[in-house]
């Protein structure tokens, strides 16, 4: 019985005790802790996983509407090319309009200007014609010559109007 004056053999004996003691008084307490703290993970455990899921849906989601908004804004950049093109063709029709009216403008200006030089030169001819029978008549006129002339312009007036 030698294991008796054993140190080793008498630690390992209340070892034992004090192990059986614990759990005869609180084996319950413990195994209840034990459950509480177990079921308490599966719970962390359970939420953590349905925030995992949340957060897969969330970015399906978002990559749903990424791809949504890319489309849409290619549509939209498509439709901007479209509507500059118009606008191109547009404007270069605008402005060839414009450029043919301001020909026309310039065109009718220049008859315009063509028929003034050609009035006016009229005019200075009628004058200077007028002008120049008036010289001529009054130099070479005598009364009774102008008088002659007179009567025969007023008796051919009168049969061109009658």
Request: proline share 1%.
């Amino acid at each position: 019985m030698e294991f008796l004056n054993n140190p080793g053999f008498w630690v390992g004996v209340s070892f034992f005790i004090f192990v059986f003691i614990v759990v005869a008084k609180g084996g319950k307490g413990i195994l209840a802790g034990l459950d509480a703290r177990g079921e308490a993970i599966r719970k962390t455990l359970d939420e953590a996983q349905n925030l995992r899921e949340e957060a897969q849906k969330t970015l399906a989601e978002y990559k749903r509407k990424q791809r949504d908004a890319l489309g849409e804004a290619e549509e939209i950049i498509e439709h901007a090319k479209q509507e500059a093109k118009r606008l191109h063709v547009e404007a270069a029709k605008d402005l060839e309009e414009s450029l043919k009216r301001r020909e026309q403008q310039s065109l009718d200006k220049i008859s315009q200007a063509e028929t003034a030089a050609l009035n006016e030169v009229r005019d200075q001819a009628v004058e200077v014609a007028m002008a120049a029978t008036r010289n001529i008549l009054t130099g070479s006129m005598t009364k009774a010559k102008s008088k002659a002339l007179l009567d025969d312009s007023i008796s051919a007036l009168g049969d061109k109007f009658h």
